[in-house]
């Protein structure tokens, strides 16, 4: 069964940035589109970002000019670069493989997740 780990979520002030990196066991994971999703506490578990196979980059609005997403196929790697982080980005941050924009179907068992928290 494929495995999603997630890590590099922990508290932050506002203003401040944080890497996260997933990782997937799979040897495919190069044929992978992947996401990154959040789910604050009592809210749903939403789309942030979202990667292609080919390297196309989709951010939600709130988001955009402060994320990132990256992959590095030959570590099974994605990245979400998080800057100028805000009280509102506070949520659990999870990735998994997922369809392609616009409906960004999650398609694997979800990991634990990192949480990120931004707060002074």
């Known amino acids: 069964q494929v495995q999603v780990v997630e890590s590099g979520g922990g508290l932050v002030q506002p203003g401040g940035s944080l890497r996260l990196s997933c990782t997937v066991s799979?040897?495919?994971?190069?044929?992978?589109?992947m996401g990154w999703f959040r789910q604050a506490p009592g809210g749903r578990r939403d789309l942030v970002a979202h990667?292609?196979?080919?390297?196309?980059?989709y951010f939600v609005d709130s988001v955009k000019g402060r994320f990132t997403i990256s992959r590095d196929d030959a570590r099974k790697t994605v990245y979400l670069q998080m800057n100028q982080l805000k009280p509102n980005d506070t949520a659990m941050y999870y990735c998994?493989?997922?369809?392609?924009?616009?409906?960004?179907?999650?398609?694997?068992?979800w990991g634990q997740g990192t949480q990120v928290t931004v707060s002074s």
């Open positions: 799979t040897s495919q994971f190069n044929t992978y589109h």
């Open positions: 990667i292609s196979t080919g390297g196309y980059r």
């Open positions: 998994n493989r997922a369809s392609d924009i616009p409906l960004a179907v999650p398609l694997l068992s």
